[in-house]
C-alpha cells in the first residue's frame, strides 16, 4: 500500500521569508500525480499545486513551488515571499493513476506565520 | 458557483447514539467521496462514488458506518452506533466526470462523541 508521509508536524517563517516544507512517499508504481493541498483553520481544503510523475519539469504556482526527486521518491513544497494568509495545515497527498481518483494524504504539518 | 455544502457543520452525540451527515456536492460534479480526518492526522477515504454507485469503500468500517447517494446528487453518510474513536471531521468532496479530476472539498462537519 502507498503511504506518505510528512515529517514536520510544525513550521514556521517569518512574514516575506521562504519556507520548504517536506514529504516522502513509497510506491512501486511509476504513474502517478502528487499534490499539496492547504486547509486553512476552520476552512475548506484547497488544492495548492499538483505535479504530474512523468514529468521531469517541477511544477510552479505563482509563489508556491515544488521540488519532485522522484528516485528519492520526495516531494517537498517551497513558499516564497510568506504572507500571513499562507497559515495553515498543509498536507501532501499521491494518487495512482490507475485506481481510480483515491488520494493517500499525508499526516500535514501545520505552518505558522511570524509578522 | 457555488462550492460542497455540508451540514451540520457540528455535531455532539453520546456513544451508542446514530448520527447522519449531509452532504450536496458541485452541480454538475459526477463523483462523490466522504474522508474522515481524525485530529492530527490527514483525511482518510472512507467511500467513493461515481454517480449513485460505489467506487470504493475499503475502508468503510460497514459495521456501524454506511453511506448512499440517491439520485447520483446528494449523498449521506450515517454511523450507528457512534463510538468514541468516531470523533473526526466529516470530510465530503466531488470531482467532474472522469475519473482523474481535481477534488473539490466541503467544510466539513466536526463530530463529537461523548
Known amino acids: 500500500a502507498q503511504t506518505v508521509t510528512q515529517s514536520q508536524p510544525e513550521m514556521s517563517v517569518q512574514e516575506a521569508e521562504t519556507v520548504t516544507l517536506s514529504c516522502t512517499y513509497d510506491t512501486s508504481e511509476s504513474d502517478y500525480y502528487l499534490f499539496w493541498y492547504k486547509q486553512p483553520p476552520s476552512r475548506q481544503m484547497i488544492l495548492v499545486i499538483r505535479?504530474?510523475?512523468?514529468?521531469?519539469q517541477n511544477a510552479t504556482e505563482n509563489r508556491f513551488s515544488v521540488n519532485f526527486q522522484k528516485a528519492a521518491k520526495s516531494f517537498s513544497l517551497k513558499i516564497s515571499d510568506s504572507q500571513l494568509g499562507d497559515a495553515a495545515m498543509y498536507f501532501c497527498a499521491y494518487r495512482e493513476n490507475n485506481a481510480g481518483n483515491m488520494l493517500t494524504f499525508g499526516g500535514g504539518t501545520r505552518l505558522m506565520v511570524k509578522p | 458557483e457555488a462550492g460542497v455544502a455540508q451540514s451540520p457543520r457540528y455535531k455532539i452525540i453520546e456513544k451508542r447514539q446514530s448520527v447522519a451527515f449531509w452532504c450536496n456536492p458541485i452541480s454538475g460534479h459526477a463523483t462523490l467521496y466522504w474522508y474522515q480526518q481524525i485530529l492530527g492526522q490527514g483525511p482518510k477515504l472512507l467511500i467513493q462514488f461515481q454517480n449513485n454507485g460505489v467506487v470504493d469503500d475499503s475502508q468503510l468500517p460497514k459495521d456501524r458506518f454506511s453511506a448512499e447517494r440517491l439520485k447520483g446528487v446528494d449523498s449521506t453518510l450515517k454511523i450507528q452506533p457512534a463510538k468514541l474513536e468516531d470523533s473526526a471531521v466529516y470530510l465530503c468532496?466531488?470531482?467532474?466526470?472522469?475519473?482523474?479530476?481535481?477534488?473539490?472539498f466541503g467544510p466539513g462537519t466536526r463530530l463529537t462523541v461523548l
Open positions: 505535479q504530474e510523475a512523468y514529468k521531469q
Open positions: 468532496a466531488s470531482s467532474p466526470r472522469g475519473l482523474y479530476n481535481e477534488q473539490f
